[in-house]
């Protein structure tokens, strides 16, 4: 199926030097809500999005590129967390016809099931780089008795990275760059101590937090090694940006928290944060300076999931009669 998008609903930012276009990507039809989970350098977004079905009402995966929005992977309990440029996409699903989650790699119009390891039950699939790498974890248990592992997928193996960095405490891996650097999160997930990491070549480094913080978690890393996520401070959760060895606190709009989702080449970082009223809106930071993205129709909610090498940040935005998948654009 296929649904045309509803383009070009224009909201100019504050005169930060950033300009910003927000666009409504719409639904599947007869959907309410819906929302961008990735981008990739085309420009192409993955996310999910409501449907009208013959049973009833259900939840698809969607790829937007050229304007419309497409019927793309149809998997029961299914996301897509991750898309690179060849369009390979990675995410999980949770079918009848298997005992738990899975992680999957879609391509070439074909779902391949990454399958788990040793004494785990589940996968789920987060990130994916241009060389076809897949990142993310996997687990056992449920609520406070999971216990979670990260795991690297390459040329049809999947490798437990939890038992490289630390088998006896949780970890998840959420993305890997094209130089094959992994970020994600270890510690003690039941106590909130997880902190950020970096494994690169071998060799886990513990990104630490922000002063007067207790745990961190790394959401994205760029092709210059660059890393972004949220730590914890003495006043509320802060996204941060690791460089050269250095976390960086990137503030917020105004209000309490923050917490940064993707970042580029060029360094521009994107993520939610809430403001000075406590709304939570998307924000564009580069060069020391963090911009509203804004919302549609006026609502007080937004997210960005993502920036590609264009600019282009893919989020999500609420409205008066549901919720949208939105790309900002300059």
């Given at each position: 199926?296929?649904?045309?998008?509803?383009?070009?609903?224009?909201?100019?930012?504050?005169?930060?030097?950033?300009?910003?276009?927000?666009?409504d990507?719409?639904?599947?039809?007869?959907?309410?809500?819906?929302?961008?989970?990735?981008?990739?350098?085309?420009g192409?977004?993955?996310?999910?999005?409501?449907?009208?079905?013959?049973?009833?009402?259900?939840?698809?995966?969607?790829?937007?590129?050229?304007?419309?929005?497409?019927?793309?992977?149809?998997?029961?309990?299914?996301?897509?967390?991750?898309?690179?440029?060849?369009?390979?996409?990675?995410?999980?699903?949770?079918?009848?016809?298997?005992?738990?989650?899975?992680?999957?790699?879609y391509?070439?119009?074909?779902?391949?099931?990454?399958?788990?390891?040793?004494?785990?039950?589940?996968?789920?699939?987060?990130?994916?780089?241009?060389?076809?790498?897949?990142?993310?974890?996997?687990?056992?248990?449920?609520?406070?008795?999971?216990?979670?592992?990260?795991?690297?997928?390459?040329?049809?193996?999947?490798?437990?990275?939890?038992?490289?960095?630390?088998?006896?405490?949780?970890?998840f891996?959420?993305?890997?760059?094209?130089?094959?650097?992994?970020?994600?999160?270890?510690?003690?997930?039941?106590?909130?101590?997880?902190?950020?990491f970096?494994?690169?070549?071998?060799?886990?480094?513990?990104?630490?937090?922000?002063?007067?913080?207790?745990?961190?978690?790394?959401?994205?890393?760029?092709?210059?090694?660059?890393?972004?996520?949220?730590?914890?401070?003495?006043?509320?959760?802060?996204?941060?940006?690791?460089?050269?060895?250095?976390?960086?606190?990137?503030?917020?709009l105004?209000?309490?928290?923050?917490?940064?989702?993707?970042?580029?080449?060029?360094?521009?970082?994107?993520?939610?944060?809430?403001?000075?009223?406590?709304?939570?809106?998307?924000?564009?930071?580069?060069?020391?300076?963090?911009?509203d993205?804004?919302?549609?129709?006026?609502h007080?909610?937004?997210?960005?999931?993502?920036?590609?090498?264009?600019?282009?940040?893919?989020?999500?935005s609420?409205?008066?009669?549901?919720?949208?998948?939105?790309?900002?654009?300059?």
């Open positions: 199926m296929i649904a045309s998008a509803l383009i070009g609903i224009a909201a100019l930012q504050p005169a930060t030097g950033q300009t910003f276009a927000i666009h990507l719409g639904t599947l039809p007869g959907g309410n809500d819906s929302y961008a989970s990735a981008i990739n350098d085309r192409q977004v993955v996310g999910q999005s409501s449907i009208a079905t013959a049973g009833g009402p259900d939840t698809h995966i969607f790829l937007f590129e050229h304007g419309v929005m497409t019927d793309f992977i149809t998997l029961r309990g299914g996301d897509a967390n991750g898309i690179n440029a060849r369009g390979q996409v990675v995410g999980s699903a949770n079918p009848a016809t298997h005992p738990g989650r899975f992680a999957y790699l391509q070439d119009g074909a779902v391949t099931n990454l399958g788990t390891l040793p004494g785990f039950t589940d996968s789920e699939a987060y990130g994916i780089n241009a060389n076809g790498q897949v990142v993310g974890l996997v687990s056992r248990g449920r609520g406070r008795h999971q216990f979670r592992n990260a795991f690297l997928y390459q040329h049809g193996v999947m490798t437990n990275l939890g038992a490289l960095l630390n088998p006896d405490q949780n970890s891996a959420t993305a890997i760059n094209n130089r094959g650097q992994v970020v994600g999160s270890l510690g003690n997930s039941a106590l909130g101590l997880e902190h950020a970096l494994f690169d070549k071998g060799v886990m480094t513990d990104l630490g937090t922000l002063p007067g913080g207790h745990a961190s978690d790394a959401s994205a890393i760029n092709n210059r090694g660059d890393v972004v996520g949220t730590s914890s401070t003495a006043t509320g959760a802060h996204a941060f940006l690791y460089k050269d060895g250095v976390m960086t606190d990137l503030g917020t105004g209000g309490s928290m923050s917490e940064a989702t993707g970042i580029n080449d060029r360094g521009e970082v994107v993520g939610t944060s809430t403001t000075a009223t406590g709304d939570r809106h998307a924000f564009f930071y580069r060069d020391g300076v963090m911009t993205l804004g919302t549609l129709a006026g007080n909610e937004s997210f960005a999931v993502g920036i590609n090498e264009r600019g282009e940040v893919a989020g999500w609420g409205t008066w009669s549901g919720q949208r998948a939105v790309l900002w654009t300059r």
